[in-house]
């Protein structure tokens, strides 16, 4: 069995060089599947987790978050790293807090967004921001796990799309203590381009929500390092579920033409037969 601080080394060496996508299962048996596709490493989706819950994205309390964040941690052998929403706190002392008990889930990285989630205010001042950064770097290193922190500016996903204030506030979350750098909703090479440049040598993860005619490589050559899908594939199926339901309720079967097989699934979970989850 990886041991949690094997798994943490493991997620950082993948920051080093090169570029790779990690994925965003939103239970355990997609985690499992992932895993089984052969992703070094995968990060949880607070949408994602949230609509498997039937509740709107933000809206899971943090002791439950915490709970599926375990169960998503215990599934694999796999470094996995969590999407810790603004970490339930606006204070920076919350988020000290809250960071310590992600960390003791056993994650091999977390990240902290700037989104307040308040209508009128939507980002938190970049002063805060860095903040809130630098109490989650803190309370981090007084664990002494090695969890990789990530620091989100979400201006472009909540109606802030400036990419000057982008560059400013990733680089003063970079110099709180960041270890990768997130700006979700920025897809214009240029943009990427940009931001790579203003906190190399930091990693810069890019989120792919949306079809795209991109590539990895293309991606690669601008610099990226991480590449997060978000809530895309949990969205994408939840599509292929309300298509077949919708059908369903008019009476008609077609809409299981895509379902996967069972002896498909069986043998994708062989391997993990008696290996539960924290119940």
């Known amino acids: 069995?990886?041991?949690?601080?094997?798994?943490?080394?493991?997620?950082?060496?993948?920051?080093?060089?090169?570029c790779f996508v990690i994925p965003n299962p939103w239970d355990a048996g997609t985690a499992r599947y992932l895993a089984h596709l052969g992703f070094s490493a995968l990060a949880t989706t607070s949408g994602g987790a949230a609509f498997s819950m039937g509740l709107p994205d933000g809206s899971v309390p943090l002791?439950?978050?915490l709970t599926h964040i375990a169960e998503v941690v215990a599934a694999t052998e796999l470094p996995?790293?969590?999407?810790?929403?603004?970490?339930?706190?606006?204070?920076?002392?919350g988020v000290a807090e809250n960071v310590r008990k992600c960390v003791d889930?056993?994650?091999?990285?977390?990240?902290?967004?700037?989104?307040?989630?308040?209508?009128?205010?939507?980002?938190?001042s970049m002063a805060q921001g860095a903040e809130r950064?630098?109490?989650?770097?803190q309370a981090i290193d007084q664990s002494g796990g090695g969890v990789l922190l990530t620091a989100r500016a979400e201006g472009f996903l909540r109606g802030h799309p400036n990419l000057d204030e982008i560059i400013g506030r990733l680089s003063a979350y970079s110099d709180a203590g960041a270890d990768c750098l997130f700006a979700p909703g920025i897809t214009e090479?240029?943009?990427?381009?940009?931001?790579?440049a203003a906190v190399a040598?930091?990693?810069?993860?890019?989120?792919?929500?949306?079809?795209?005619?991109i590539t990895l490589p293309e991606l690669a050559a601008l610099g990226v390092r991480r590449i997060s899908l978000g809530s895309a594939l949990a969205r994408a199926a939840w599509g292929g579920f309300a298509s077949a339901a919708k059908r369903l309720a008019e009476g008609r079967f077609d809409g299981l033409e895509q379902a996967m097989s069972g002896a498909e699934l069986q043998n994708a979970f062989r391997a993990y037969r008696g290996k539960g989850v924290p119940g």
């Not at 950064?133 to 770097?137: E, Q």
């Not at 090479?189 to 790579?196: E, K, L, N």
């Not at 040598?201 to 005619?213: D, E, G, I």
Request: proline share 6%; aromatic share 4%.
């Open 80 to 93: 996995v790293s969590a999407d810790f929403e603004n970490g339930h706190a606006d204070e920076p002392e």
């Open 133 to 137: 950064v630098r109490a989650a770097r």
């Open 63 to 65: 002791s439950r978050m």
């Open 105 to 124: 889930a056993g994650v091999a990285g977390l990240s902290i967004e700037d989104f307040s989630g308040k209508g009128s205010d939507p980002l938190y």
């Open 201 to 213: 040598p930091k990693p810069v993860n890019v989120l792919m929500s949306t079809a795209s005619q």
């Open 189 to 196: 090479p240029d943009h990427i381009r940009a931001v790579v």
């Open 1 to 18: 069995m990886t041991s949690t601080a094997d798994k943490r080394q493991a997620f950082r060496r993948l920051h080093e060089r090169g």
